[in-house]
């Protein structure tokens, strides 16, 4: 079994270590005062400084989707600030968080987007010029407009939850507005004892994940989009994927 | 229903002697000793169709997540993962974070199906189908439940200083694991059944000078004993049934 059920214990030290910066500031200088005894305290000092900063990279694994295909020729056009999103935020007695997940959300998308059309190019910032655009059928601007997190510290909660904002923008072969679209991707994870770094980066690993899955799925049930897709030459309406229920409520709140 | 004390924990048990002669606190020790450290577990099974498993197919064991406040710990998931592949009569399966891959977007916690009339619309989905036949998958058994502190009281406090340090005190928790497993045949598209787990233990933390830890580890018995009567519950009828048919 990978981690043990949580306990009484396990829950106090957690919170006791949450709270570092304080046990750092009363505790630590205090002893040091006290006793001098310089080079393990400082030790000890230095290791949970080094606690108290979060630092998280977000990886994970990068499926692809099983949906039909759209029979279009998109272009993508990822901003500077998608490709490289990073949030930063300190939060009184919870520390200093920093989020870095621009790298496995780029990754993330253009796998998800070269298995949701037909053939994919990625453009520049729109307009495009004409001998760019002639060939597409459309251009597909993807933005992270909010990122957010709760700790158990906030929430209350026995885990970390983490929730993307995205926009996206379709516009036509004619480089007109088609459609926009704002997605709410969802992920939380369990607390562990010493891991809130990592749970809280599976918990945002899974906010991209339900962002894909319903960009993936209900895309082309956007007004918007499905006009858009009528009106392609040659080309037919796919039929749009129905998920097969709805598991759980949207919260779409943190 | 079955009583169970936790084994894995008398080694420490039997050290403890010598702990509480030095902290001469006997009467304490005898009483955690007497009261800690078991788990009451009952197990309750449902059938709704035959079961079995041939050579090469497996079983998904996928844990309901949703977007409340309580779903199955991945620690359970990942112990009755662990449980059903080992030993006697070890079952094939697939893990879960490589089947919600392969299967992505359509068992993510939006989308997963939430009963076995719902694989037939799923089944209809581009390539779903074929994954599953690429992957031998017969039977998909969701886990929904978890465990929660019903009751806790007591004290202790801990002291560190330059000099030395230590606890006194004594607090206990008591928690109640209640899982439950569905098991849907994606061969015939049917529920197969359910089996569910509920076990209850308190579980004790004694400061005599060193925190001395009895857990009765409810969560522990339930993923057992869930695992076990699951792995009854997929393959015992079969080999009934293929006695039956040497028989015949």
Not at chain 2, 65 to 94: H, K, M, P, V
Request: aromatic share 8%.
């Amino acid at each position: 079994m990978k981690a043990n059920f949580p306990t009484q214990p396990t829950a106090v030290v957690t919170r006791w270590l949450v709270r570092c910066q304080f046990i750092w500031r009363s505790s630590v200088m205090g002893s040091i005062r006290r006793s001098g005894s310089g080079l393990s305290i400082g030790i000890i000092a230095v290791l949970l400084l080094t606690g108290c900063a979060n630092n998280i990279v977000v990886t994970g694994s990068v499926p692809t989707p099983l949906v039909k295909k759209i029979p279009a020729h998109i272009g993508i056009y990822y901003p500077q600030s998608f490709r490289t999103f990073r949030y930063e935020e300190k939060i009184a007695r919870q520390g200093h968080w920093k989020v870095e997940l621009g790298v496995q959300n780029l990754g993330f998308f253009r796998n998800l987007m070269g298995a949701m059309f037909a053939t994919v190019d990625e453009v520049g910032e729109p307009p495009l010029a004409a001998a760019v655009q002639a060939g597409l059928d459309g251009v597909l601007v993807p933005e992270i407009l909010k990122y957010a997190f709760l700790t158990p510290g906030i929430s209350g909660l026995n885990f970390y939850s983490a929730s993307i904002h995205y926009r996206l923008t379709l516009l036509d072969a004619n480089g007109a507005k088609a459609a926009e679209w704002t997605v709410v991707g969802y992920g939380k994870s369990e607390a562990a004892a010493f891991g809130e770094n990592a749970a809280l980066a599976e918990a945002t690993m899974l906010a991209i994940r339900d962002g894909g899955a319903r960009i993936a799925v209900d895309l082309v049930k956007q007004q918007g989009v499905a006009q858009w897709l009528a009106a392609l030459p040659g080309q037919t309406v796919p039929e749009a994927s129905q998920p097969v229920s709805s598991a759980a409520e949207s919260p779409e709140k943190s | 229903m079955s009583w169970r004390c936790d084994v894995s924990q008398s080694g420490f048990i039997a050290t403890l002697p010598a702990i509480a002669g030095r902290a001469r606190m006997p009467v304490l020790l005898g009483l955690a000793l007497a009261l800690g450290g078991c788990s009451a577990t009952r197990v309750e099974e449902s059938r709704q169709a035959n079961t079995g498993m041939l050579t090469g197919e497996s079983i998904v064991i996928l844990g309901r997540s949703s977007y409340n406040d309580r779903e199955t710990e991945e620690s359970f998931t990942d112990c009755i993962t662990s449980e059903l592949s080992q030993g006697e009569g070890a079952i094939r399966l697939i893990p879960e974070q490589q089947f919600k891959d392969e299967m992505y977007p359509w068992f993510e916690p939006r989308y997963a199906p939430t009963s076995a009339a719902d694989l037939e619309q799923l089944f209809a989905e581009p390539g779903v189908q074929a994954r599953i036949d690429a992957s031998q998958i017969r039977y998909l058994a969701w886990i929904e439940g978890d465990t929660v502190t019903t009751d806790k009281g007591g004290s202790m406090s801990c002291t560190i200083t330059t000099f030395g340090g230590g606890c006194f005190g004594m607090t206990y928790w008591e928690e109640d694991a209640s899982y439950e497993a569905s098991i849907w045949d994606v061969q015939n598209l049917t529920a197969a059944g359910e089996i569910s787990a509920d076990a209850n233990g308190t579980s004790y933390l004694a400061g005599l000078i060193l925190p001395i830890p009895i857990m009765a580890r409810p969560g522990n018995a339930a993923c057992k004993a869930l695992a076990e009567q699951l792995r009854s519950f997929l393959i015992d009828e079969d080999d009934d049934d293929q006695a039956d048919e040497r028989d015949e």
